[in-house]
Nanobody
Framework: VQLVESGGGMVQAGGSLRLSCVAS????????MGWFRQVSGKDREFVAT????????YYAASVKGRFTISRDNAKNTVYLQMNSLKIEDTASYYC????????????????WGQGTQVIVSS
């Protein structure tokens, strides 16, 4: 599966952005999906994951209550709505797909997008 992210950009602290990730192929609903982020020089960190049907979601503590992950299987797309953005949310955000029930089970086997940059300014 190929993944292409979009929606990144620059926003002031307290603002909102919505990231999108479009997947190629006709088996999108067979993948759990998720988002990770990475700051230069640091390890990639988990942000959010959503089950194949979209009925189950899980978030990192740092974003819970501010970010919402969702998916539209008819459009082969997963979204990350980011509200109340903080300066520490600045990072490159990567879409991930997994044949496991969650993208955090075996991240070394995830499919990855190319990333989209999010910059939160004061």
């Amino acid at each position: 599966v190929q993944l292409v992210e979009s929606g990144g950009g620059m926003v002031q602290a307290g603002g909102s952005l919505r990231l999108s990730c479009v997947a190629s192929g006709r088996t999108f609903s067979s993948y759990s999906m998720g988002w990770f982020r990475q700051v230069s020089g640091k390890d990639r960190e988990f942000v959010a994951t959503i089950s194949r049907s979209g009925g189950s979601t899980y978030y990192a503590a740092s974003v819970k209550g501010r970010f919402t992950i969702s998916r539209d299987n008819a459009k082969n797309t997963v979204y990350l709505q980011m509200n109340s953005l903080k300066i520490e949310d600045t990072a490159s955000y990567y879409c991930a797909a997994s044949v496991q029930t969650s993208v955090v089970i075996a991240p070394e086997n995830n499919y990855w997008g190319q990333g989209t940059q999010v910059i939160v300014s004061s």
